[in-house]
C-alpha cells in the first residue's frame, strides 16, 4: 500500500509538477505578450509622434490653436533667435534654416512666431478689425525681384543707376539684408487700405497694432524717428517678432531694435 500510495503520490506529484509547469509556461507567455503588446505599442506611438513633428515642420496650412503658445515663450530667448538683427550691416546668414507655417492666405512666417501672431490677429479682428498680412517670409531670390522692381521704378523716374539703387534700398532691403528672410517680420494693412505709404498709420487697424504690438512679441520695426539709425523708411505697417520681454521695452521706450541691442549688450559688458 505504502509503495502504490508512494507511486501515487508520486505520479500525483509529476502530474502537479506537470500543472505548475504548465501555468509557469503561460505565464511566461503572457508576459512575453504583454512586453511585446507594450513594446510595439510604444513604438507605434513614437512614430505617430515623429509624424505629427514632420508634418509640423513641412505644414502647408495650419489654424489657430494647433500650436501652443507656450511652445513660444519656452524657446524665446534660450538662443536669442527671436532677436536676430538684420539690416545692411547684418546681412542674413547664407543657410539659415527656417521652419515655416503657411498661413492660409499663402503667406508665411518662423513657426515659432506663429502663435504669437495668429494670436494677435484674432484679438484685433475679435475688436472688430480687419488686418490684412500682405507680405512675410521671402526668399532671397523674391527678395530680388523686389529690390530690382523698386530700382526699376527710379530708373524710370530719370535717377542714375546708383541714385535708383540707393532711393530703392531705402524701401526694399538690399537682397540679403532684409529680416523677412528670416521669417520674423510681416507686413500688415488694413483691408479697406492696403496701399504702403504713410496714410497706412491713419488706419484704425494699424494704431490698434501700434498700440498693442508688444504684447504679442511683435515691435513695428521701421519708426518714423528712427531711419538714420534702422537704414529704412518709415514703415507703419511692417512688424517684426522679438519676443514680448523686448517688444515691451522697444515699444514702451520709443526704441528701435539696434537700440536696443546696443543697450543690453553693453549691459552685459558692464556686468549688469
Ligand atoms: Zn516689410
Request: with cysteine; glycine share 6%; aromatic share 8%.
Given at each position: 500500500?505504502?509503495?502504490?500510495?508512494?507511486?501515487?503520490q508520486g505520479r500525483?506529484?509529476?502530474?502537479?509538477?506537470?500543472?505548475?509547469?504548465?501555468?509557469?509556461?503561460?505565464?511566461?507567455?503572457?508576459?512575453?505578450?504583454?512586453?511585446?503588446?507594450?513594446?510595439?505599442?510604444?513604438?507605434?506611438?513614437?512614430?505617430?509622434?515623429?509624424?505629427?513633428?514632420?508634418?509640423?515642420?513641412?505644414?502647408?496650412?495650419?489654424?489657430?490653436?494647433?500650436?501652443?503658445?507656450?511652445?513660444?515663450?519656452?524657446?524665446?530667448?534660450?538662443?536669442?533667435?527671436?532677436?536676430?538683427?538684420v539690416?545692411?550691416?547684418?546681412?542674413?546668414?547664407?543657410?539659415?534654416?527656417?521652419?515655416?507655417?503657411?498661413?492660409?492666405?499663402?503667406?508665411?512666417?518662423?513657426?515659432?512666431?506663429?502663435?504669437?501672431?495668429?494670436?494677435?490677429?484674432?484679438?484685433?479682428?475679435?475688436?472688430?478689425?480687419?488686418?490684412?498680412?500682405?507680405?512675410?517670409?521671402?526668399?532671397?531670390?523674391?527678395?530680388?525681384t523686389?529690390?530690382?522692381?523698386?530700382?526699376?521704378?527710379?530708373?524710370?523716374?530719370?535717377?542714375?543707376?546708383?541714385?535708383?539703387?540707393?532711393?530703392?534700398?531705402?524701401?526694399?532691403?538690399?537682397?540679403?539684408?532684409?529680416?523677412?528672410?528670416?521669417?520674423?517680420?510681416?507686413?500688415?494693412?488694413a483691408?479697406?487700405?492696403?496701399?504702403?505709404d504713410?496714410?497706412?498709420?491713419?488706419?484704425?487697424?494699424?494704431?490698434?497694432?501700434?498700440?498693442?504690438?508688444?504684447?504679442?512679441?511683435?515691435?513695428?520695426?521701421?519708426?518714423?524717428?528712427?531711419?538714420?539709425?534702422?537704414?529704412?523708411?518709415?514703415?507703419?505697417?511692417?512688424?517684426?517678432?522679438?519676443?514680448?520681454?523686448?517688444?515691451?521695452?522697444i515699444?514702451?521706450?520709443?526704441?528701435?531694435?539696434?537700440?536696443?541691442?546696443?543697450?543690453?549688450?553693453?549691459?552685459?559688458?558692464?556686468?549688469?
Amino acid at each position: 500500500m505504502r509503495q502504490r500510495e508512494s507511486r501515487w503520490q508520486g505520479r500525483g506529484c509529476r502530474i502537479r509538477k506537470n500543472k505548475q509547469w504548465k501555468k509557469t509556461s503561460l505565464g511566461i507567455i503572457i508576459i512575453v505578450m504583454c512586453v511585446t503588446a507594450f513594446l510595439s505599442g510604444r513604438a507605434l506611438a513614437e512614430s505617430i509622434d515623429n509624424q505629427r513633428i514632420a508634418v509640423k515642420t513641412n505644414q502647408t496650412v495650419v489654424t489657430s490653436g494647433q500650436i501652443n503658445l507656450a511652445q513660444t515663450t519656452e524657446t524665446e530667448s534660450t538662443d536669442g533667435w527671436n532677436l536676430i538683427l538684420v539690416n545692411k550691416t547684418h546681412p542674413v546668414k547664407e543657410n539659415y534654416p527656417v521652419k515655416l507655417v503657411q498661413l492660409k492666405n499663402g503667406q508665411a512666417i518662423d513657426e515659432r512666431a506663429y502663435p504669437a501672431l495668429q494670436a494677435m490677429m484674432d484679438d484685433a479682428r475679435a475688436t472688430g478689425l480687419s488686418p490684412y498680412i500682405c507680405s512675410s517670409y521671402r526668399t532671397n531670390e523674391k527678395q530680388t525681384t523686389l529690390y530690382n522692381n523698386q530700382v526699376n521704378k527710379y530708373r524710370k523716374q530719370g535717377y542714375s543707376e546708383a541714385d535708383a539703387a540707393a532711393e530703392a534700398g531705402k524701401w526694399v532691403a538690399v537682397p540679403g539684408t532684409s529680416e523677412h528672410q528670416i521669417g520674423l517680420a510681416v507686413d500688415i494693412v488694413a483691408k479697406s487700405y492696403q496701399v504702403l505709404d504713410k496714410k497706412q498709420e491713419r488706419t484704425a487697424e494699424q494704431r490698434w497694432l501700434m498700440e498693442n504690438c508688444h504684447k504679442y512679441g511683435f515691435i513695428l520695426r521701421y519708426p518714423s524717428e528712427k531711419s538714420e539709425i534702422t537704414g529704412i523708411g518709415y514703415e507703419p505697417w511692417h512688424y517684426r517678432y522679438v519676443g514680448k520681454e523686448a517688444a515691451a521695452a522697444i515699444m514702451k521706450e520709443d526704441k528701435c531694435l539696434e537700440e536696443y541691442l546696443d543697450e543690453i549688450s553693453s549691459n552685459i559688458a558692464g556686468g549688469i
